[in-house]
């Protein structure tokens, strides 16, 4: 999976530009309404979702495995910003307690034990009182059954890209241990952009209870 992000930024450099996604508007006003300031990004990226919680006053602490999106993100940034390189699966990279997490199109790309073990990760570092949002591919999503099936739900649609595509019992199985209150099916990009398919995620909600 490194090779497979490290060539694509090397490739498409910033190539979803700098508008955040649709489920990182709706995030905000969840921290916001929650007091959350002080959030974490695993699969950061080159930060064009993390560029929205800055500038809103967030401090965004990211995790990315590949150094050439690092290295877009830290002169979009000035260096500003706190980047772990490697990959989630080695989590935690630091002893910090998060008020938020917010995790956006990545916890499809790993196999069932590295799935479990973000959400572990990412629940171990929430404060109390803390949320955290997942944003991941649903089973509606036009690309289920595209490509190689590798097993159940989970299909390569191009060579070296694997997602496993999420349904409500799949979620309620993974996440119901970790402070599960919420879940939606959402369309991303929410409105019609020509040339652009909308693509079905789930929007995942949960919360780390005092005590």
């Known amino acids: 999976m490194t090779n497979f992000w490290e060539n694509s930024f090397k490739d498409n450099q910033e190539m979803w530009g700098w508008e955040p996604a649709d489920s990182v508007i709706r995030t905000l006003k969840l921290f916001n309404n929650n007091e959350i300031k002080n959030i974490l ?13 800055i500038d809103n006053g967030f401090n965004v602490t990211g995790i990315e495995i590949s150094e050439t999106a690092i290295d877009i993100a830290n002169k979009q940034f ?9 990959s989630v699966s080695a989590m935690p990279f630091d002893k910090e307690m998060y008020d938020g997490i917010y995790c956006y199109s ?19 570092q929430l404060k109390p009182n803390g949320y955290m949002v997942f944003v991941t591919i649903s089973k509606n999503d036009f690309r ?9 739900d989970t299909f390569e649609p191009w060579k070296g890209l694997i997602l496993f595509f999420y349904d409500s019992g799949s979620i309620k199985r993974d996440f ?6 919420e879940t ?3 369309n991303e990009p929410e409105i019609d952009v020509e040339g652009k398919p909308k693509q079905k995620f789930w929007y995942i909600i949960c919360k780390k209870e005092n005590g």
């Open 41 to 53: 990004i695993p699969g950061f990226g080159y930060g064009r979702n993390a560029k929205y919680f």
């Open 78 to 86: 000035n260096e500003s910003v706190i980047i772990y390189q490697g």
């Open 106 to 124: 990545l916890i499809h790309l790993l196999n069932d034990k590295d799935r479990i073990k973000l959400i572990e990760d990412c629940y171990n």
């Open 144 to 152: 289920f059954g595209q490509g190689t099936e590798i097993s159940k």
């Open 176 to 181: 119901e241990n970790f402070g599960l209150v």
């Open 184 to 186: 939606e099916e959402i």
